[in-house]
């Protein structure tokens, strides 16, 4: 089962502020997916990217969401103009390696906007 | 369009009983179907899956779910309850295209409570 981390745990921020969320899977992979859980609710898909492209993204991951992999490793995800309804769990998800069926969660990024 | 049903978003079960956790989905494509768990203050943990393989997939601590195709269903069951299942499970669909790379769609989620 592949290993991802993200960082950090927990964000707290004032409105307005942009803040940037980061997953590290261990080893090498191909698709990356970002996800949220806002508080008592489902999770819901925001975005998946595939070659250093979007591959797919829903109604949420408007203008002031954007992903890139900077390094080649890490995998982030920006929110510009951060809102009190951003707040919410942040995962990050990788497909497995080799596979073509099962992603992967990391443990998730808890984000505060104040 | 996908979409996942989660009847009952609390279920209370008494240690050693039956778990049942109950799921029916929606897609105009042929499914590949998950069960993720999540326990408090932890990310998502996968259970079991189907990838239009067997129709009885089990999974990790004893879980197991059918694929019924005719009911588009995917309940999860467990033969007998263990206080350390108490969490929270979700159901989830994507589409069985592009080589299953397709986003996931979740369910709202079921809580189980394992009685002492």
């Given at each position: 089962?592949?290993?991802?981390?993200?960082?950090?745990?927990?964000?707290?921020?004032?409105?307005?502020?942009?803040?940037?969320?980061?997953?590290?899977?261990?080893?090498?992979?191909?698709?990356?997916?970002?996800?949220?859980?806002?508080?008592?609710?489902?999770?819901?898909?925001?975005?998946?990217?595939?070659?250093?492209?979007?591959?797919?993204?829903?109604?949420?991951?408007?203008?002031?969401?954007?992903?890139?992999?900077?390094?080649?490793?890490?995998?982030?995800?920006?929110?510009?103009?951060?809102?009190?309804?951003?707040?919410?769990?942040?995962?990050?998800?990788?497909?497995?390696?080799?596979?073509?069926?099962?992603?992967?969660?990391?443990?998730?990024?808890?984000?505060?906007?104040? | 369009?996908?979409?996942?049903?989660?009847?009952?978003?609390?279920?209370?079960?008494?240690?050693?009983?039956?778990?049942?956790?109950?799921?029916?989905?929606?897609?105009?494509?042929?499914?590949?179907?998950?069960?993720?768990?999540?326990?408090?203050?932890?990310?998502?943990?996968?259970?079991?899956?189907?990838?239009?393989?067997?129709?009885?997939?089990?999974?990790?601590?004893?879980?197991?779910?059918?694929?019924?195709?005719?009911?588009?269903?995917?309940?999860l069951t467990k033969p007998s309850a263990h206080m350390s299942d108490a969490a929270e499970y979700f159901c989830a669909v994507s589409a069985a295209m592009d080589t299953g790379r397709r986003a996931l769609t979740f369910g709202s989620g079921?809580?189980?409570q394992v009685q002492p």
């Amino acid at each position: 089962e592949p290993e991802v981390t993200q960082t950090p745990s927990h964000q707290v921020t004032q409105m307005g502020q942009e803040v940037i969320l980061r997953c590290v899977p261990i080893s090498n992979h191909l698709y990356f997916y970002w996800y949220r859980q806002i508080l008592g609710q489902k999770v819901e898909f925001l975005v998946s990217f595939y070659n250093n492209e979007i591959s797919e993204k829903s109604e949420i991951f408007d203008d002031q969401f954007s992903v890139e992999r900077p390094d080649g490793s890490n995998f982030t995800l920006k929110i510009r103009s951060t809102k009190l309804e951003d707040s919410a769990m942040y995962f990050c998800a990788v497909l497995e390696q080799g596979g073509t069926d099962t992603q992967y969660f990391g443990p998730g990024t808890r984000l505060t906007v104040l | 369009a996908q979409s996942v049903t989660q009847l009952g978003s609390h279920v209370s079960v008494s240690e050693g009983a039956l778990v049942l956790l109950r799921c029916n989905y929606s897609s105009s494509v042929p499914p590949y179907l998950f069960w993720y768990v999540q326990y408090p203050n932890q990310g998502l943990q996968l259970l079991l899956k189907y990838t239009s393989a067997a129709t009885l997939v089990k999974g990790i601590n004893g879980f197991e779910a059918e694929f019924k195709k005719s009911e588009t269903s995917f309940h999860l069951t467990k033969p007998s309850a263990h206080m350390s299942d108490a969490a929270e499970y979700f159901c989830a669909v994507s589409a069985a295209m592009d080589t299953g790379r397709r986003a996931l769609t979740f369910g709202s989620g079921t809580r189980l409570q394992v009685q002492p």
